[in-house]
């Protein structure tokens, strides 16, 4: 009896006590560096003021920031939460604790903080001469879905180093910038030395990302010498949830916080029968890369019309597909619906982008004038009559006429004889790895697509079939040369990684050529 009714005490209150929630982004800190403290509370008990004044008394409130977010419950309502985040520094070394944070009857978890002496950092620099800042977009998401890694180091004297042993755990990462400027904080001079990752995980649970280490030196004294510094941001555990049930199973897995679909088709059109129709068709995404995105087009297709494809063109935020689109037979006829499912992270639920069906009118394609033949009547009446005594003389006439068009011909043959002509030269074959140390965006695209024609492959077809991470660099290259604000141009590395993987893709298909036919395929009886 006693632990059936702490058992129901326990379900009662877990309402209250799920309403309020803190967290910390680490708890071990020195004193001059600050930590971020998280304070969520759902919509009904936000109608109750943050009361910051206990937390004061062991924490300086440097920055302070507030909004609303949504959640999905226990019972599958998405409920709307208000969060505060709060940037905090230690007025003391030691234990120190977070106080819970109380809303009505609702209160959040005591939380402790380990604060360590800024002197046993192992250098005698304060700590806004040298810090390192981590941020992450995102602690929970799915499974495919990027998060973004920001690591700022910031320093105000001369400093040599690296980061040591970088590793980013069972994340698949991408280095989408590299900066290195200089900034004005408080009136001084500050140099912000920048790196931009994308992390996606291959698969669901507890995730871990190891600790971030600088280690450099720097000049300690005015006859160059040096000493030692190293800088470390703890390691964190990012949640990775797996797909959900409710995903379509055959479709491409699409978390992302927006996604549309767009065509440049008005609502009526009248086409003629095998007249082409240029359709472009643009998907628009925030939150996942434009390159995972499926051809909204695959398996189109009709017996009364045709789609004549191009390869897909890419930007920062949207896929391009352009297309011709050809009706072979007049009549009122239907273009179905194009639909890409996705999952919507702003509501956490499925949804669907989706180009409406339309019905398009076509013509009789235009015939030619019709040109009536005349009858023998008509040819009989205006027939010329003349007399016999001129038929010599004018067979005479043509005959001289004969003879002097052919002694013009045979005189002009003899005046334009013709000049033997060299044959042009042949260009050099083209080398592919001689491409590696082509630094400029323009020769280096002109010199692939140069290659791709002295070995007789369809550019399209082949730049399209490359596979990742190749497909985002020559995207990327393309966007350097046509995009509105061109991405840095690709590194030698990068270059190298996609001029191997077109070798490859050429490998494959001269392999696929001398393979004998399979006879089995022609008779399958």
Same mark, same amino acid.
Request: zero cysteines; a neutral charge; glycine letters at 4%.
């Given at each position: 009896?006693?632990?059936?009714?702490?058992?129901?005490?326990?379900?009662?209150?877990?309402?209250?006590?799920?309403?309020?929630?803190?967290?910390?982004?680490?708890?071990?800190?020195?004193?001059?560096?600050?930590?971020?403290?998280?304070?969520?509370?759902?919509?009904?008990?936000?109608?109750?003021?943050?009361?910051?004044?206990?937390?004061?008394?062991?924490?300086?409130?440097?920055?302070?920031?507030?909004?609303?977010?949504?959640?999905?419950?226990?019972?599958?309502?998405?409920?709307?939460?208000?969060?505060?985040?709060?940037?905090?520094?230690?007025?003391?070394?030691?234990?120190?604790?977070?106080?819970?944070?109380?809303?009505?009857?609702?209160?959040?978890?005591?939380?402790?903080?380990?604060?360590? /002496?800024? !002197?046993?950092?192992?250098?005698? *620099?304060? %700590?806004? =001469?040298? #810090?390192?800042?981590?941020?992450?977009? &995102?602690? +929970?998401?799915?499974?495919?879905?990027?998060?973004?890694?920001?690591?700022?180091?910031?320093?105000?004297?001369?400093?040599?180093?690296?980061?040591?042993?970088?590793?980013?755990?069972?994340?698949?990462?991408?280095?989408?910038?590299?900066?290195?400027?200089?900034?004005?904080?408080?009136?001084?001079?500050?140099?912000?030395?920048?790196?931009?990752?994308?992390?996606?995980?291959?698969?669901?649970?507890?995730?871990?990302?190891?600790?971030?280490?600088?280690?450099?030196?720097?000049?300690?004294?005015?006859?160059?010498?040096?000493?030692?510094?190293?800088?470390?941001?703890?390691?964190?555990?990012?949640?990775?949830?797996?797909?959900?049930?409710?995903?379509?199973?055959?479709?491409?897995?699409?978390?992302?916080?927006?996604?549309?679909?767009? /065509?440049? !088709?008005?609502?009526?059109?009248? *086409?003629? %029968?095998? =007249?082409? #129709?240029?359709?472009?068709?643009?998907? &628009?995404? +925030?939150?996942?890369?434009?390159?995972?995105?499926?051809?909204?087009?695959?398996?189109?297709?009709?017996?009364?019309?045709?789609?004549?494809?191009?390869?897909?063109?890419?930007?920062?935020?949207?896929?391009?597909?352009?297309?011709?689109?050809?009706?072979?037979?007049?009549?009122?006829?239907?273009?179905?619906?194009?639909?890409?499912?996705?999952?919507?992270?702003?509501?956490?639920?499925?949804?669907?982008?989706?180009?409406?069906?339309?019905?398009?009118?076509?013509?009789?394609?235009?015939?030619?004038?019709?040109?009536?033949?005349?009858?023998?009547?008509?040819?009989?009446?205006?027939?010329?009559?003349?007399?016999?005594?001129?038929?010599?003389?004018?067979?005479?006439?043509?005959?001289?006429?004969?003879?002097?068009?052919?002694?013009?011909?045979? !005189?002009?043959?003899?005046?334009?004889?013709?000049?033997?002509?060299?044959?042009?030269?042949?260009?050099?074959?083209?080398?592919?790895?001689?491409?590696?140390?082509?630094?400029?965006?323009?020769?280096?695209?002109?010199?692939?697509?140069?290659?791709?024609?002295?070995?007789?492959?369809?550019?399209?077809?082949?730049?399209?079939?490359?596979?990742?991470?190749?497909?985002?660099?020559?995207?990327?290259?393309?966007?350097?040369?046509?995009?509105?604000?061109?991405?840095?141009?690709?590194?030698?590395?990068?270059?190298?990684?996609?001029?191997?993987?077109?070798?490859?893709?050429?490998?494959?298909?001269?392999?696929?050529?001398?393979?004998?036919?399979?006879?089995?395929?022609?008779?399958?009886?």
């Amino acid at each position: 009896m006693r632990l059936a009714f702490l058992l129901l005490a326990l379900v009662a209150t877990a309402p209250v006590w799920a309403a309020v929630e803190a967290e910390v982004d680490r708890s071990r800190l020195y004193q001059d560096e600050r930590l971020e403290l998280i304070v969520r509370v759902d919509s009904e008990t936000a109608r109750f003021a943050l009361d910051l004044t206990p937390l004061s008394i062991l924490f300086d409130i440097e920055q302070q920031s507030q909004g609303q977010r949504l959640r999905r419950a226990s019972n599958g309502e998405i409920e709307a939460w208000r969060e505060w985040h709060l940037w905090l520094r230690p007025r003391h070394i030691g234990t120190l604790a977070i106080p819970p944070f109380r809303f009505g009857n609702a209160r959040s978890e005591r939380i402790l903080v380990e604060v360590l /002496d800024p !002197l046993q950092r192992g250098d005698d *620099l304060p %700590a806004e =001469a040298v #810090q390192l800042d981590v941020t992450l977009n &995102e602690r +929970e998401l799915y499974i495919g879905q990027p998060t973004i890694l920001t690591i700022d180091l910031w320093y105000q004297l001369r400093l040599q180093g690296d980061y040591a042993d970088l590793d980013f755990g069972d994340f698949n990462v991408e280095l989408l910038d590299e900066s290195n400027v200089t900034d004005v904080q408080n009136g001084r001079q500050i140099r912000r030395y920048r790196l931009i990752y994308r992390l996606t995980a291959n698969h669901p649970g507890e995730l871990q990302l190891p600790p971030i280490r600088f280690v450099g030196q720097y000049q300690a004294g005015p006859y160059g010498e040096r000493q030692s510094i190293e800088r470390v941001y703890p390691a964190q555990t990012l949640t990775v949830k797996p797909i959900p049930d409710s995903y379509p199973k055959n479709a491409v897995w699409l978390p992302a916080k927006r996604l549309s679909l767009s /065509d440049n !088709l008005p609502a009526q059109l009248e *086409l003629s %029968a095998h =007249a082409h #129709q240029d359709w472009t068709v643009v998907t &628009e995404v +925030e939150g996942l890369p434009p390159t995972r995105l499926p051809d909204p087009l695959a398996g189109l297709g009709g017996d009364v019309w045709r789609l004549y494809r191009n390869a897909p063109e890419f930007t920062d935020a949207q896929r391009r597909d352009l297309a011709a689109l050809v009706f072979t037979e007049a009549g009122r006829q239907r273009l179905p619906a194009v639909r890409l499912p996705w999952w919507d992270l702003q509501r956490d639920q499925l949804a669907y982008a989706e180009l409406p069906a339309r019905t398009i009118t076509v013509v009789p394609e235009a015939s030619p004038a019709f040109q009536p033949t005349p009858t023998s009547g008509d040819a009989e009446s205006t027939s010329i009559r003349l007399p016999w005594g001129l038929w010599p003389w004018l067979s005479a006439a043509l005959g001289l006429g004969w003879l002097s068009t052919l002694l013009w011909l045979w !005189l002009r043959r003899r005046r334009n004889r013709p000049v033997k002509v060299e044959p042009a030269p042949q260009p050099r074959p083209l080398k592919l790895g001689a491409l590696l140390d082509e630094a400029e965006p323009r020769p280096f695209r002109l010199g692939i697509l140069r290659w791709l024609a002295q070995h007789d492959l369809d550019a399209a077809k082949t730049l399209a079939a490359l596979p990742e991470p190749a497909a985002s660099l020559w995207a990327r290259l393309n966007a350097t040369l046509y995009g509105p604000t061109g991405p840095a141009a690709l590194t030698r590395a990068e270059r190298k990684v996609l001029l191997q993987a077109l070798l490859k893709r050429h490998a494959r298909l001269v392999k696929a050529a001398q393979r004998p036919p399979d006879l089995s395929q022609l008779y399958p009886d």
